[in-house]
């Protein structure tokens, strides 16, 4: 197994969803992004991207922090883009459906993933963003569980 993580340094949002993008066209049926990083570290961005490189129609994409749940759909998977800011616990979660959107067949990207970490599924992509200064930011991604 062992895990493996991959460090990137971006200028800019647009560096930050084109690593989002490359990571995207790697995704399967049933992936599970965990976003993690403080407010402004740029999750959302990296969520932008990952849209981007799913294809289909060109779409906002902002937190989805008070409908907890954002659609993309029309590219090669849907993607389902979740905000466990406002979550209290697990619970919240769980009674939103999370655990039946992981079996959807689409990618379900979720920000803010430490609030709900009992929920994620052990084989996952965690993503943590890292403000260095206001254009740069440290992503560092790795696979976890059996891939
Ligand atoms: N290298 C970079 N990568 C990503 N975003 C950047 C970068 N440099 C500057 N930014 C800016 O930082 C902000 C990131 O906002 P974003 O909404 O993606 O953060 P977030 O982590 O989702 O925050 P929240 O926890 O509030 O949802 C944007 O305004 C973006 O333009
Ligand atoms: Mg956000």
Known sequence: MGTHAVIHRTGGPEETASVAAELAATLRPGDCVALHG?????????????????????RHVSSPTF???????GGRLNLYHLD???????????????????EQGGVVAVEWADRVTSLLPARRIDVTLETVDETSRIIRIERLGVW
């Open 38 to 58: 403080e407010l402004g570290a740029g999750k959302t961005q990296f969520v932008r991207g990952l849209v981007i490189g799913l294809g289909g129609p060109e």
């Open 67 to 73: 409908v907890l749940l954002n659609v993309y759909s």
């Open 84 to 102: 466990a800011y406002r979550v209290t616990g697990a619970e919240d979660f769980e009674a939103i459906g999370f655990p039946e959107l992981l």
